[in-house]
């Protein structure tokens, strides 16, 4: 079955498909309507979600309604052999990607963390449709390149869809892994009972005493657990499921069972150290393709991940021992305390400090390793069912049970628990069987996803905003005399991050920016940078080939440095600046 057409119908997805279906089928609608509202060319309904073909489809919807922005290129193939396809978006009348700044979008490295896809394509969708209408907009498909990928994990998220899952399962790749180490791959996943399409929990009822839970009074869909002299009459059993490999355990050895994002090379640990990492990094073809593209596109200069749930906008160290320069943490501070304000119910976090330990996490190795500002967003977080904070228990994402309940059965009119049934079990005997879907808890439900993308794709469009971009003031020519000359300049970038991150000047990560004084009838007798412009004779003098300057640490955010040149002849000369994650400047003068 396709949980996008069936299962998340009953949550009332499908009252205005009709509608939809016939919406998607006009993909050529004039950016106004004769009223004068704005109307999309491509409209895609923003109320669901979709199976990883029908978001390559809305992506060539997109390309075909504007060719001369969206181009695609498949980085690789998943391990099922889905297509990784990639969306280059950029106005190519303005430059070749490759000559602009960049950033990397992409979701779902968790087959179940299915709203992240939604989210990448989403923010493709709103630029190419407001190009026309909105300045900024327009001044990112101009100036940058976004490289979006909406699925890491494309084979995980169809089988979320397509197969019965919990909340939490279908988070890995399919590559078969054996993880009860018996020598057979995948043989005891779960087993949909009762075949509703859910995977849902297992309770039975036992003699007085001999119980761990007892049913709560008030609403005995809800299982309380028993401790000290309390007494209980109720076991829970775990997830649906049976013994397939007759080794007295149940749902121990599912499909795939990694973590592709502890599959990086940045802190990357083994297996025993740390769980779902693979044999080395970039073992499993997804992150091997990704990689491999990222590597050989060193204009990338921001990175975006989109996963849930919780409510996070997270930057690295996954481990405490590793540090960030200063100067990297004021501009990652800057935009995450921003994106707390975009985003309601998110906090701007540290994984290792505020979350967790991760080794050979993705974002770690974008920024560690290639020195990439990036961030992880966690979609979603489950007081927003309410829109104000509620008393909260369990682990990070999940709300109070007796809340999750009152939103199921006030908002969604019981559409979001199953309520408790028998079920003959060959091992359990009489059992019931109930709970939660999928779709509840780590997804926003059908009516809140619109503004969930919504504000998450606009945070990738702050992030991408504060890309460097570095201008060359107007040169100062001073006579020394005796046909000597000092020419300097001042680089002066006016957005919040650097040109080259702390990161990647301090591990000599990438090539260095580069600023080149060059005239057909000048010799450079020497050149280096200044510290202060008021002692130019303190200046720091390149050795080698001083009229090409290399600026390891790059232009600071929201900064300038003064660059000089002592130099000797008569006429015109140019000076040109070149980075790997700016946009070049050049500026001319005479002698």
């Not at 001369?68 to 290129?73: A, T």
């Not at 179940?112 to 190419?128: D, H, I, K, R, S």
């Not at 976090?349 to 560690?368: Q, R, S």
């Not at 000092?486 to 600023?515: F, K």
């Amino acid at each position: 079955m396709n949980i996008s057409k069936n299962i998340l119908s009953r949550v009332g997805w499908s009252c205005l498909s009709l509608t939809l279906i016939t919406l998607c089928a006009t993909p050529t609608l004039q950016a106004q309507d004769a009223g004068g509202r704005w109307q999309p060319k491509v409209e895609i309904p923003w109320n669901r979600y979709y199976a990883y073909a029908e978001l390559l489809e809305h992506m060539e919807r997109l390309r075909v309604a504007y060719p001369e922005f969206v181009e695609f290129i498949d980085i690789g193939q998943s391990f099922e052999g889905r297509p990784m396809r990639v969306m280059i978006l950029t106005n190519r009348a303005t430059g070749a990607h490759e000559d602009k700044a960049g950033m990397w979008v992409d979701g779902n490295v968790h087959g179940n963390e299915v709203q992240g896809g939604e989210a990448a394509v989403y923010l493709a969708w709103w630029l190419l449709e407001h190009y026309a209408d909105n300045e900024r907009a327009k001044e990112l498909l101009d100036s940058r390149v976004f490289y979006i990928l909406p699925a890491q994990n494309p084979d995980g998220r169809d089988h979320w869809f397509n197969q019965a899952n919990t909340q939490s399962s279908s988070r890995t790749g399919t590559t078969p892994t054996d993880n009860d180490r018996d020598g057979l791959f995948d043989e005891d996943d779960y087993d949909d009972l009762d075949g509703d399409g859910e995977i849902l929990s297992m309770r039975k009822q036992v003699p007085m005493g001999r119980g761990t839970h007892r049913l709560d009074i008030d609403d005995p869909r809800i299982m309380i657990p028993v401790s000290g002299k309390q007494q209980g009459d109720w076991i829970m059993l775990g997830r649906e499921g049976i013994d397939n490999d007759g080794d007295g355990r149940i749902n121990e050895d599912g499909l795939g069972g990694y973590d592709m994002n502890r599959n990086w090379p940045s802190d990357w640990q083994p297996n025993h150290i740390q769980y779902g990492a693979g044999d080395y990094p970039f073992s499993y073809p997804e992150p091997a393709a990704i990689g491999n593209f990222i590597i050989h596109r060193p204009n990338i200069a921001a990175v975006q991940s989109f996963h849930n749930s919780g409510g996070m906008i997270l930057r690295g160290p996954g481990d405490p021992s590793v540090k960030y320069p200063r100067s990297d943490i004021r501009a990652y501070d800057a935009l995450g305390a921003e994106g707390e304000l975009m985003l309601p119910f998110y906090k701007y976090m540290i994984i290792h400090a505020d979350l967790y330990t991760v080794h050979g996490g993705f974002v770690n190795w974008t920024y560690e390793g290639l020195g990439i500002f990036s961030f992880t967003n966690e979609l979603w977080n489950t007081p927003q069912y309410w829109g104000k904070d509620r008393e909260q228990n369990g682990n990070w994402f999940s709300s109070n049970t007796t809340q999750q309940l009152e939103f199921s059965d006030s908002v969604n009119l019981g559409e979001l628990f199953v309520d408790w049934h028998s079920y003959n079990h060959p091992l359990y005997g009489a059992i019931e069987i109930g709970g939660f879907k999928r779709q509840h808890g780590r997804v926003a439900p059908s009516f809140m996803i619109e503004e969930m993308l919504h504000r998450n794709a606009m945070f990738c469009a702050r992030h991408a905003e504060e890309i460097a971009k570095v201008s060359i003031e107007k040169p100062e020519v001073e006579d020394l005399g005796d046909g000597l000359y000092r020419v300097s300049i001042d680089l002066v970038n006016s957005q919040l991050m650097p040109s080259r991150s702390g990161m990647a000047a301090e591990n000599h990560i990438g090539t260095p920016d580069i600023v080149e004084l060059s005239g057909e009838d000048i010799q450079v007798i020497a050149g280096g940078t200044q510290r202060d412009r008021f002692h130019p004779e303190l200046m720091q003098p390149t050795i080698l080939e001083p009229a090409r300057l290399r600026l390891e640490n790059g232009v600071p955010g929201h900064g300038r440095i003064t660059v000089a040149w002592l130099v000797r002849g008569s006429g015109d000369f140019t000076i040109r600046y070149s980075a790997e994650k700016a946009d070049s400047a050049e500026e001319t003068g005479i002698l």
